[in-house]
């Protein structure tokens, strides 16, 4: 498959989660809609290294993934990079879990659902 091809179906994978990130946001299951957010940017990431012609790194830490493109950023980015992979709770012990539900409230989700649209806007320039 050639490159442009993967790129586009990153895209419409990380397209999808977006949607429903917000679907599940609307549904008051903040906590499953940060950690797809989490996947969203992740594989928006993961289409900007193939993009960059930058071999993928398989991990879930969205920081690491980002350092590896040659997009600049700032060190606030980096720190917002840093709490949004926490939200990856797919492999996570029951007490983590029930822990991020409680931590993932209305406010806090709406606040780190704004940061991660604004990260995957700037992510998604120029693919």
Do not use: G
């Amino acid at each position: 498959m050639e490159n442009k091809q993967i790129i586009r179906n990153w895209l419409l994978k990380a397209e999808k989660d977006v949607e429903t990130a917000r679907d599940l946001s609307r549904l008051k299951h903040y906590d499953w809609s940060l950690f797809i957010w989490h996947l969203a940017l992740e594989k928006i990431l993961k289409a900007k290294l193939i993009a960059q012609d930058i071999e993928i790194i398989y991990t879930h830490n969205l920081a690491r993934l980002a350092r590896k493109t040659k997009i600049v950023l700032s060190p606030l980015q980096f720190k917002q990079l840093n709490e949004i992979t926490t939200f990856n709770i797919e492999a996570r012990y029951d007490d983590y879990k029930l822990s991020f539900y409680y931590k993932a409230t209305e406010e806090y989700a709406q606040k780190w659902s704004k940061i991660c649209e604004v990260l995957y806007i700037f992510f998604k320039k120029d693919l």
